[in-house]
């Protein structure tokens, strides 16, 4: 039984609707539905019904009697959330994949931490790790490309951007390039996200190898300018490269999808520094071209 799952349907309870109740907590109707249903898997009796003839819904005899323990447990909840009223003191703990954390988030740092009187903690973790640290109240923000589903985290896209072509400056190959004229044993490789797997195991097969395989930063720049070697990395780590002279970038036909970048929050939230990190973010974002904002 978590949080979500409450308050999915106290607001079902309270509105008569899945799709007023998923507007009222901005969620999908499905994700709303979901939580419903896993809180009657766990308590093992039905909490809603419609009424006949209607799209109303109303709480079966359980529901009712249910709901008022449902009121005061997140009651108790919101209470002991709010037991510590020196946020603004406390240590904001973000995690983050690499390529967001090296690539965007930096200057984001600087502004929050001159803005406010809390202090900052910073992990880099894969996508799955993140999840963890978040749904065990470790991390209280994590930046992630591979999205799952969760009981006790909400994952909400913050970014997508296209991905890019970059080589070494002076390649030799042409400035518009198809995938089928690339040579898979000249690739640099990092993990994206299963949306670009998908695309890289149809051009190249599933069994191709890379040149290398990186996930650090640090070494793939360096690794660009030796010999013809090529990447294809999201916009902001493509920019990033040629603005410091260190890759060229071409146009990509049949590029891959889009890659977009969520935001994990927990059961247990700092609110007010949450809100002032995706502002800074949302104004990051803003400067760095090609990258669409959504939050």
Not at 77 to 84: F, K, L, T, V
Not at 172 to 178: E, G, K, T
Request: hydrophobic fraction near 40%.
């Amino acid at each position: 039984m978590t949080q979500l799952e409450l308050q999915a349907f106290l607001a079902v309870v309270r509105t008569g609707s899945f799709s007023q109740a998923a507007q009222a907590l901005f969620v999908t109707q499905p994700a709303l539905s979901r939580r419903v249903r896993a809180l009657e898997g766990e308590l093992g009796f039905r909490l809603l019904e419609r009424r006949k003839g209607t799209r109303t819904v109303e709480p079966t005899p359980e529901g009712r009697a249910f709901l008022p323990m449902a009121e005061h447990w997140l009651s108790i909840w919101e209470d002991a959330r709010a037991i510590p009223q020196r946020e603004e003191n406390q240590t904001f703990r973000v995690a983050s994949v690499g390529s967001v954390s090296t690539y965007i988030l930096s200057p984001v740092f600087r502004r929050f931490l001159q803005e406010g009187k809390s202090s900052l903690t910073f992990h880099q973790y894969h996508s799955l790790e993140a999840y963890g640290y978040v749904e065990r109240g470790e991390v209280d923000l994590a930046f992630i490309s591979d999205d799952m589903y969760s009981r006790q985290v909400e994952t909400i896209p913050v970014f997508r951007e296209p991905m890019r072509l970059v080589t070494r400056p002076g390649s030799s190959l042409p400035h518009q390039v198809h995938p089928a004229q690339l040579d898979s044993t000249r690739e640099i490789r990092m993990q994206w996200n299963p949306e670009y797997d998908l695309w890289h195991a149809f051009w190249f097969g599933s069994s191709s190898t890379p040149r290398m395989w990186f996930d650090q930063m640090s070494l793939m720049e360096e690794a660009i300018q030796w010999e013809d070697n090529w990447l294809i990395a999201p916009a902001s780590v493509a920019a990033a490269l040629v603005q410091c002279g260190r890759a060229q970038l071409h146009i990509l036909q049949d590029a891959p999808p889009d890659r977009i970048i969520y935001y994990l929050l927990g059961p247990r939230r700092k609110r007010t520094q949450t809100q002032r990190l995706l502002s800074l973010l949302q104004d990051r974002l803003q400067e760095l071209e090609d990258v669409v904002p959504l939050l």
